[in-house]
């Protein structure tokens, strides 16, 4: 069965310092991951997805990740974390043709 | 172009209160879904459907009902709301099979408490 493992559950950064959020998958085919942002009392955003195409992908707002088949591992960064980047993460992977299965969640605490 | 809307924001229920949680999409997508949001615990998908008149049951589908009687919503109704039923409930939607291995479009949430 495909899901996903959130190793942080709180990661704190000072503004201005690189961020990481790091998440491992199990699958047993090539899957779909995907980073959604929720920013306090918001809906989910979609922040960037890996389809089996360029396995660093670029998201929105800097972020990016990196898909390695090789560790299982599907890490998100930013080079430099901005106050508005506090939120919560969650990693994500497709589950079949059109469900998702969502990580537990990373809460980023950005320091001035 | 509204994309999902939920409403109510935000509601308070008794125990064994009965309420609906509507779920509206204006971008004639086929799947729809019902997640639960719980601290800690990610999201957990509750029922979803893959088009009109077409239902199937998720992760958690227990105390839930819905229905799919248009393409554009896709209600979520609580019948006899207990204590374990509050969370933050996300609707959320794709095209096709194919789209929604691309992600999803969620609403804003409705924030429920049952007391």
């Known amino acids: 069965a495909q899901s996903v493992t959130q190793l942080d559950s709180h990661v704190s950064v000072s503004e201005g310092t690189p961020v990481l959020l790091r998440c491992n998958y199990s699958?047993?085919?090539?899957?779909?991951l995907f980073w959604y942002v929720q920013h306090p009392n918001k809906g989910l955003q979609l922040l960037l997805k890996y389809t089996s195409a360029a396995t660093l992908v670029k998201g929105i707002n800097g972020f990016e990740a990196e898909f390695k088949k090789s560790e299982t591992s599907f890490h998100l960064t930013k080079p430099s974390a901005h106050m508005s980047d506090a939120a919560e993460y969650f990693c994500?992977?497709?589950?079949?043709?059109?469900?998702?299965?969502f990580g537990a969640g990373t809460t980023v605490t950005v320091r001035a | 172009n509204a994309g999902v809307t939920q409403t109510p924001k935000f509601r308070i229920l008794k125990i064994g209160q009965s309420m609906t949680l509507q779920c509206a999409q204006d971008m004639n997508h086929n799947y729809m879904y019902w997640y639960r949001q719980d601290p800690g615990m990610g999201l957990k998908l509750i029922y979803y459907?893959?088009?009109?008149?077409?239902?199937d049951k998720g992760e958690v589908p227990n105390g839930y009902n819905v229905s799919r009687s248009t393409t554009e919503d896709f209600p979520l109704r609580l019948e006899l709301a207990a204590p374990s039923q509050t969370s933050v409930y996300f609707c959320a939607s794709s095209l096709d099979r194919g789209e929604a291995r691309y992600g999803y479009t969620f609403g804003s949430g409705t924030r429920l408490t049952v007391v």
């Open positions: 459907s893959v088009g009109a008149g077409i239902t």
């Open positions: 994500v992977v497709s589950v079949g043709d059109y469900k998702l299965s």
């Open positions: 699958s047993s085919y090539s899957p779909s």
